[in-house]
Structures are given as C-alpha cells and as structure tokens.
Nanobody, 123 residues
C-alpha cells in the first residue's frame, strides 16, 4: 500500500519559516520524482516545487524562488520543503506527490498523493 504522509504545517507569522516533511512508504522512493503542491479553497491545485529522484535537478514556481528549498533523503524515504520568508499568499494546503516518470509542476502528471498539511501565514 502506497502512503505519503505530510507533516510540519502550522500557523506562522509573515516572514517566518516552516519545514514540511513527507514520508513515503510502499513504493521505490529513490526512483521517483517528488513534488510539492498547494491548494486553497476554490482554486486549482498548483505546483510549488519538484525534485528528480537523485536530487540533481529541481524546479520552483516563480513566486517561491529564493524562499523555498526542496530536498530529499532517499535513505529515509523523506521529502522536505524548507519555506522561508513566508507570505500570507503562501497560505494553503500543501501536498506531496510522487511519480516515476513525471518531472514538472503539473499536478495531473503525478500518480501518488498525500493527504496534505495546512500552512497558514498571518500578516
């Protein structure tokens, strides 16, 4: 059974930091592209960042470049998203996702999804 479990969300003031984690089980983690996505009610899910299976390539959505950093620890089957200088517009439910072939920020390309962790940034 494939499971992706996010954690690390919470309430933070603007300018603060959070680190999200996603622990993966039930699939070959080190052969998968992993991504972070976010969604607010009434809007489509959008890609935030993704990382290739070996960590040698990453992508970021323009609004988070220079503030967010994606990383992975294949030995721990864990994906991370370090979020710095958070803004109110970063408020959303954040999801991690995995896919063997996908690489990019299009949600439809990813097969496996977690349940999400809420990030709320107060101004």
């Amino acid at each position: 059974q494939v499971q992706l479990v996010e954690s690390g969300g919470g309430l933070v003031q603007a300018g603060g930091s959070l680190t999200l984690s996603c622990i993966v089980s039930g699939l070959t983690f080190d052969l998968r592209t992993m991504g972070w996505f976010r969604q607010v009610p009434g809007k489509e899910r959008e890609g935030v960042s993704c990382i290739r299976w070996n960590g040698d390539s990453t992508l970021y959505e323009d609004s988070v470049k220079g503030r967010f950093t994606i990383s992975r620890d294949n030995a721990k089957n864990t994906l991370y998203l370090q979020m710095n200088r958070l803004k109110s517009e970063d408020t959303a439910m954040y999801f991690c996702a995995a896919d063997r072939l996908a690489y990019g920020l299009a949600p439809d390309a990813y097969t496996y999804w977690g349940q999400g962790t809420q990030v709320t940034v107060t101004s």
